[in-house]
């Protein structure tokens, strides 16, 4: 029990090693690959100017700049990339450890960092580049808390350690928008793991709101905007009250996502996972798990301050990816839970610290019972994490993976449209389409891309209706509206083009004038 700490870094870099066989997978294309910025250092002023996606109001400085440290050292191969995920799980799998074992008796303590480092929902995270997001905001909140622990139990936090603090909130806002959310957990500590509160907490959160402060204006003097993502397209529209309602939804996937990972997939979201403002039986269960987890909560609040602590943790960390205060691009995501994840295995250890002194006095047959049974769901949780690896080899078999993983979940089919499109493989790509629209009418994107892969392919007599239905879906989309004029006017209907750019013209998108002048000059 004494290298607790190096067992649980080499159990997660042992699960993660498989992803240096990976090659720049879905995302990783975007961030990375098709991003000029970070193919060397040169570009680095350029990068902390700019956002994280090619177009959109993302933004992540520190990642980014990793990307260019790791493109220039390892000239572009997506190995050296790899190998410093690998590393960075190990850290964090390290911290987790010295975070629980500030907080439970040492053989829990071990327990639950193995169980955080072979838990296989974090595969996402490893598997992938952009996933260093995540472990580089996981990376300074765990060092962040763990430390705050540490230096609260010898008195009052130093004015240096105070400014340390700050400094690995800015660093995590800087890594990932899921940095916000340190000081919270720092004042979740404070409240509950805790044990003599001689810290003054304003000498502490001064710092930590300046922090906060800091992160946020750089994000406005280079973005504009406090605004995130576009928000995902089930989400558009809705107030933050029927965005509670719609969430419940996900609530039982996040639960059998952290306890009972059997099943993955890169992309989630209807008709499989049923997010509606309207309720039903997912939304139910929902709400009757969140009770459950506040219930426990406020049990646990005095009684188990530690165990408070976890589930306060949980609860912190999937606020700001709960699309209720504010929306983003995503319903859920496996590589979001990771943060979640740690609050999650520090429950599990108050639990299992609970059963130690039952299991000590058991009769031996009980114990080794006991014992092989753990050992067997921790092997079959590392096995799952290390084959689910090979999901993410290459884009060939993320995209076919990805089908069969999530035949019901119409974004699944979309994104493999689209790349399939990409790679000019146009009947894969129509069908895909075509499955994506079954599953999901009311994603104008859907519309688009399929109308735009019968365009291409001479097909714009059985484009034009499709293209027509985006359009009303999303009459402010202009590419849409653009490939439907284009088609139009291929199959000689200058009627239906000149009242889609004419109604652009209503709308306030002047740049379809050219096409009524271009119309004008045509006739007779």
Excluded at 150 to 160: D, K, Y
Excluded at 223 to 235: V, Y
Aim: proline letters at 6%; hydrophobic letters at 55%.
């Amino acid at each position: 029990m004494k290298h607790g700490a190096p067992v649980a870094a080499a159990l997660a870099a042992a699960m993660a090693l498989p992803s240096l066989r990976n090659e720049f997978v879905y995302d990783d294309a975007l961030v990375v690959l098709q991003n000029p910025l970070v193919h060397g250092l040169a570009h680095s002023r350029e990068l902390w100017q700019s956002s994280y996606w090619p177009a959109g109001l993302l933004y992540r400085p520190a990642t980014t700049q990793l990307f260019a440290l790791e493109w220039t050292l390892g000239g572009g191969s997506p190995v050296l990339f790899h190998a410093v995920g690998i590393l960075l799980a190990a850290l964090t799998a390290l911290l987790v450890f010295r975070l629980c074992r500030r907080l439970l008796p040492e053989p829990a303590a071990v327990l639950a960092a193995v169980l955080f480092a072979l838990h296989p929902v974090h595969v996402e995270v490893v598997a992938g580049v952009v996933g260093q997001a995540e472990l580089l905001a996981a990376l300074c909140a765990l060092l962040a808390v763990e430390r705050f622990l540490a230096w609260s139990a010898e008195g009052e936090i130093a004015p240096g350690r105070r400014l340390l603090l700050a400094g690995l909130t800015l660093l995590g806002i800087l890594a990932k928008e899921t940095g916000y959310v340190i000081p919270l957990l720092l004042a979740a500590a404070h409240l509950t793991a805790v044990r003599q509160r001689r810290e003054r907490p304003g000498n502490v959160y001064i710092l930590q709101a300046a922090a906060v402060a800091a992160g946020l204006l750089l994000r406005i003097m280079v973005l504009g905007s406090f605004a995130g993502e576009s928000p995902a397209t089930m989400l558009r529209g809705l107030n933050v009250g029927s965005r509670a309602v719609a969430m419940l939804a996900v609530v039982p996937e996040w639960v059998r996502l952290l306890l009972w990972p059997a099943h993955l997939q890169a992309e989630y979201g209807p008709p499989a996972l049923p997010v509606s403002s309207l309720p039903g039986a997912a939304h139910i269960a929902g709400l009757a798990l969140l009770i459950a987890l506040l219930l426990l909560l406020l049990r646990s609040w005095r009684r188990q301050p530690v165990l408070a602590f976890g589930l306060l943790w949980m609860l912190l960390a999937l606020a700001p990816v709960s699309n209720v205060l504010a929306p983003t691009g995503i319903l859920l995501a496996e590589r979001v839970l990771f943060l979640p994840s740690v609050g999650l295995v520090i429950a599990l250890g108050v639990g299992i610290a609970a059963l130690l002194p039952a299991w000590r006095t058991a009769p031996p047959a009980a114990r080794l019972a006991t014992v092989g049974t753990g050992l067997a769901l921790l092997a079959l949780a590392g096995w799952k994490a290390v084959i689910r690896q090979a999901a993410w080899r290459s884009q060939d078999a993320f995209f076919a993976q990805l089908q069969q993983d999530a035949p019901r979940t119409y974004r699944a089919q979309f994104v493999a449209s689209r790349y399939y499109y990409g790679e000019q493989r146009f009947a894969e790509a129509e069908l895909a389409a075509r499955r994506a629209l079954a599953l999901y009418p009311l994603d104008p994107q859907v519309h688009e891309q399929l109308g735009q892969v019968l365009r291409v392919q001479g097909r714009c007599a059985e484009a034009l209706p499709i293209l027509s239905e985006g359009v009303r879906l999303s009459p402010e989309g202009t590419t849409v509206r653009s490939r439907l004029i284009e088609c139009a006017l291929a199959v000689g209907d200058t009627a239906r083009a000149r009242a889609a750019a004419t109604e652009a013209v209503r709308l306030g998108q002047p740049e379809f004038q050219h096409t009524l002048d271009r119309l004008d000059r045509r006739r007779p």
